[in-house]
């Protein structure tokens, strides 16, 4: 199958992403086991950008992928010495109301130079969200999140964590106001970097923010303010990424 995605931007839509699915397998409860995406950057599919090849290990009895790895190269077949990177993405879900709503209790992405060997001899970077508070409808309100990288006696270690609280959600499950403490960690040392204040004020279709407002303070008591961002966002991926981005700075939290 082909896929033609477009955004609504400025009073009209624009083209967003273009894909071939192909290859295509299930399993007896027609859940998809295997897939094989092409991406490209125009309508037309003449400028390829890269394939994937997406396997789904398994599900949980709401149709949830617990366990996936996301094979992606630079070139339309699949050759080794092309492969951008290996993602191996392990969901667990702990609570049944967010089961529902397909939000994990904790989300876990590792990142590998390796389709063959993955463990950490060939890890890039690994990724862990976990959400400890969810509202009566399954929406995540408390969460964190943490980096991992091998340092250079190549162990794992963690070099980034936030904590991040959301509220404000609308009925399609968008949340509108997002705070988040950024810290670098060294060792057992965890230095605040910054506070910010989400404000999101228009979502696409897909719940991509197209239209946030974005308050910096050096800390969570506000007793800096650093800036203002107000950021407009359009052309989403399937991946949720922005391909143009408006950013404009203040210097004054009132604009």
Known sequence: QTVLRESYSSGAFAFSEAQS??????????????????????ASRTAFTDLQIVNYSSYDSFGNVLSQTIDTYSSATVISGNLIDSKVIVNTYANALAARRGNASTSTVSRYTSTATRDNTTLIDRSVTDTTSFDTLGNALVQTQDKYVLDSTSAVVK????????????????AGVQKISTYLVDGATSTLVNYQEFTNRSFDVGHNVVNQMVLTYTDSAKATFLDCQEIRSSSFTSSGVAQSQVVVTYSDAQK
């Open 21 to 42: 699915i192909s290859a295509n397998k299930y399993d007896i409860h027609d859940r998809l086991t295997y897939s094989e995406v092409k991406n490209y950057s125009n």
């Open 159 to 174: 070099v980034t964590h936030r904590d991040i609280t959301n509220s404000s959600y609308d009925t399609r499950g968008d």
